[in-house]
């Protein structure tokens, strides 16, 4: 197993492909580990002549556990509905901190960042605070932390707060699964090819009850990103599913309407997942914002 250890706060990564390469920082959700990246998206970065690193955020898989008793389940969802400040051990600016670290670790001046989710808030702080090591950033089923962006659907909270309902294996398992599959929507079948194929692994890999409700705790607790947001000169690249119920389509409009370098692409009926019938689309989208952004920093330095 590879870690960055300092300070007895080691994060899990794994690297893939050449080193040689422009390198691609792939950071996930709450709640997910590694695993979580399917590895048809790895595959397909890599071959298109890409370094790709993922890792554990702090609080999940094998990366470092944090200190501190979480919020309780309660308190999150009430704030989480009723867009109000919850306490947190740490931010999201921590966790991208984190990213930064593991870079300096590997020895990559800059890395290419690519966020879903919680992870694609922890670029937007990664590109907002640490511009020089920002090659890009895409952005995928996330939010710039606008409270009157979009609302979540009930059932997908719910279905989110269910999995913590229960301390049995199995059920935290079976809840998982139909989580995923609320937050797929209706069109594709995360049971059947999206981020619910992981959720038995992922818990024999590691269940992190306490560390994922700290996680939750920094997603609510972060602010608007809307004025740093504008001031950003990095290429990004927004994309969303249009039946999002977690993350509504107008969060990914509201993070692409105010950033002055970005793009947005809509993807059809894909709701809150990654699944397999997705991934060639993502990977092109994904390889063809990086490439073209990597050309346009080259030209830029021989200039």
């Not at 599913?241 to 002055?260: F, K, S």
């Amino acid at each position: 197993m590879t870690y960055l250890q300092s300070s007895n706060a080691a994060i899990h990564f794994e690297e893939y492909g050449n080193r040689a390469h422009p390198s691609v920082l792939l950071i996930h959700d709450a709640f997910a580990q590694v695993i979580h990246w399917p590895q048809s998206l790895i595959d397909g970065i890599v071959a298109a002549g890409l370094h790709a690193i993922v890792f554990d955020n702090r609080d999940s898989g094998l990366s470092f556990e944090a200190e501190g008793e979480p919020a309780t389940l309660a308190e999150l969802v009430s704030a989480t509905m009723s867009r109000t400040p919850v306490a947190a051990h740490y931010t999201l600016s921590d966790m991208a901190g984190d990213a930064l670290r593991l870079l300096d670790h590997l020895d990559r001046p800059a890395a290419h960042i690519v966020g879903f989710a919680m992870g694609g808030s922890i670029g937007q702080y990664f590109a907002i605070e640490h511009p020089q090591r920002c090659g890009s950033l895409t952005v995928i089923s996330s939010t710039s932390g606008n409270d009157e962006a979009g609302i979540p659907e009930v059932q997908a909270v719910e279905a989110i707060e269910d999995i913590f309902l229960t301390t049995d294996r199995d059920e935290i398992i079976r809840r998982t699964v139909n989580c995923y599959n609320v937050l797929g929507g209706s069109h594709y079948r995360s049971e059947a090819e999206g981020l619910a194929r992981f959720a038995e692994a992922a818990h024999h890999r590691a269940y992190r009850r306490e560390g994922t409700l700290r996680q939750y705790a920094a997603v609510v607790a972060a602010t608007d990103r809307r004025q740093e947001l504008r001031k950003l000169r990095t290429d990004v690249l927004v994309i969303h599913g249009t039946e999002n119920p977690l993350y509504r389509i107008t969060d990914g409009e509201d993070i692409a309407n105010n950033v002055p370098k970005a793009r947005l692409e809509l993807i059809d009926k894909l709701g809150h997942d990654l699944p397999e019938s997705v991934i060639p689309e993502l990977v092109r989208l994904i390889a063809d914002h990086v490439l073209a952004s990597e050309s346009g920093r080259r030209r830029g330095h021989s200039g």
